[in-house]
């Protein structure tokens, strides 16, 4: 029997993509969590949301940011950086340990939940960085409150965590339980051919410093230590055609990110117009690579969409090529941008909300977030997929200030952002105060 007590919030009239696909039913929430679903119109509620002509998704789960607080907060901060997020539609964040300090203790992970509270305007949960130092200790810390998991840079990057040979990477997989999240490129190989972009001094070379090489080599080497030890892996950012076939034969072990970019820009053009703008690790590749990546978004392959946002400055990104600093802001495009390829059908909308929702939930085990049900938390990303916008700058709420996809139209665009009930995000601009908590997790 239904209560008859009166809802938190009634969302009316729209169309909720539910694990039984798109219907159109009202969603009744109580207590920050989804209470009925086909509730009556007239259901008596506090708040009612009218949102009529638009889709509720499950909440976006971005399950990889660069938020840059503490240390490098004139790219970006918490506060910033999760506006960002839910003027985009993204309603909760994991957020990487190459700060300044790393987080890469339980002190600083404390620290950046401290700094998170009263200020992140989404759910957030941050990953420790593995080091030679703390790969003993992993096992203990990664199921700390509001702890992602842990994150393992094979290849060095923006930053200094780095973890380069195989036996501190055995003894970090060795030493914990949940899903290790990985960057894929091989140090030895990046030092060896360093040479080259110092050499061509042009962004486009990036590509060809961090070959495919650099790549498939970290990920075979990655793959046969995730055998031998049993831990899971998820291959963060893949972007290589040649990477594809063995992340197929580790299924059992081994999930999936790509990212919007690399679905959507291309080298050379990239480079062409975008210059040392479009670099990121690992890099924007040819054609060939982009359509390998779609088809495992198509086959199944792929498990998560992740922004990979990582702000620098137009100052730093217009240094020479190869001092300009890699990565490119992303969380509040990830929506827009991907929802431009369900209107062109290059993705269904429900492979969207599998890749940004029930993915991450299932990849890191996310309790009570991914789907929308009874009893998960009332997060939504509202969209309206006929709207016709154009992406522009001046919308970008990162420090960074600015979008590679400047000037871009797209069809489809988030609307409203809920968080555990309450309206965070609406017509553009955000409502009421930053009310985002720790990401809580199952099993930890
Ligand atoms: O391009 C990148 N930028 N790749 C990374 O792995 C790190 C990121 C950053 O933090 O700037």
Known sequence: ??????????????????????????????????????????????????????????????????????????????????????????????????????????????????????????????????????????????????????????????GSLLVEDDDVLRRVLAGGRRRVAVHAEDEARLRERKAIAEEKADPAAHPEWRDVETAARATRRLLTLARETGRRVHVLHVTTEEELPLLAEAR?????????????????????????????NPPIREGRHRDALWRAVADGLVDVIGSDHAPHTREEKSRPYPQCPSGMPGVQTLVPVMLAHVHVGRLSLRRFV????????????????????????????????????TIDTAWIASKSGWTPYHGMPVSGWPMMTVIR????????ATVGEPLGEPVRFQGV
């Open 1 to 158: 029997m239904q209560t008859t007590e009166p809802f938190d919030l009634l969302v009316r009239g729209g169309t909720v993509v539910t694990p039984a696909g798109a219907e159109a039913i009202n969603v009744g929430v109580r207590h920050g969590r989804v209470a009925a679903l086909g509730v009556p119109d007239t259901a008596p509620a506090a708040e009612v949301l009218d949102v009529r002509g638009l889709h509720v998704l499950p909440g976006v789960i971005d399950s990889q940011v660069h938020f840059r607080e503490p240390g490098l907060e004139h790219k970006e901060d918490l506060e910033s950086g999760t506006r960002g997020a839910v003027l985009g539609g993204v309603t909760a964040v994991f957020e990487m340990p190459n700060t300044s300090p790393n987080t890469d203790t339980p002190e600083a992970l404390a620290d950046k939940l401290a700094r998170a509270r009263g200020r992140a305007w989404c759910d957030h949960a941050f990953f420790l960085g593995a080091t030679d130092a703390n790969a003993d200790r992993l096992g203990d810390w990664e199921t700390l409150h509001g702890c992602a998991g842990v994150k393992v840079f094979m290849g060095s990057s923006t």
């Open 252 to 280: 059992d072990l081994a999930s999936v990110e790509v990212t919007p970019q690399h679905l959507t820009l291309a080298a050379p053009d990239c480079y062409e117009g975008l210059g040392s703008f479009a670099q990121m």
């Open 354 to 389: 599998d890749l940004t929702s029930a993915g991450p939930a299932r990849l890191y085990n996310i309790a009570g977030k991914g789907r929308i049900a009874r009893g998960y938390d009332a997060d939504f990303t509202i969209v309206d997929l006929n709207a016709e916008r």
């Open 421 to 428: 009930g309450r309206v965070v995000m609406r017509d553009g």
